[in-house]
């Protein structure tokens, strides 16, 4: 378990947000927002490692908060986590800094390998993985 890394998981989908920070609070030390206002007030207090977003949020998109994420962590991965699947989307957000771009809840299945990549570790996939069809019936 790699409880010393920080993820910061943001969505404003309440059932979505709480299932998947239940789910990655398995292995990591999981901090979530429903906007982007709440996620920079609280990129002001802590440090986190991994930033994952959902694409539209109340107040901004995944790009804003991406350019604002590059602003104060340069190095530190973003994963946008959303249902909108047009490349157009995934453009903007990996030419704003985006480290990687998947979709709900389709890519659900690569949302923990591309954690582990990003956060550089060894760790293998959880024994106990989420059922694809519940995440599914949420997300």
């Keep these: 378990m790699n409880v010393s890394s920080r993820i ?64 104060i962590s340069p190095r530190v991965p973003i994963v946008i986590y959303s249902a909108l699947a047009r490349s157009e989307y995934r453009r903007a957000v990996l030419a704003a800094g985006g480290t990687d771009y998947l979709i709900k809840p389709n890519d659900l299945e690569r949302l923990i390998p591309a954690i582990i990549r990003c956060l550089g570790s060894t760790r293998k996939l959880p024994r106990n993985s989420m059922p694809r069809r519940r995440a599914a019936s949420i997300l």
């Design 8 to 71: 910061l998981y943001v969505d404003d989908d309440v059932d979505g947000r709480d299932m998947m920070s239940a789910w990655l609070q398995q292995d990591y030390q999981v901090t979530t927002a429903s906007e982007g206002r709440h996620a920079k007030e609280l990129m002001q207090r802590m440090r986190f490692d991994l930033f994952v977003l959902d694409y539209f949020l109340p107040d901004m998109t995944a790009v804003d908060l991406c350019m604002y994420i590059r602003s």
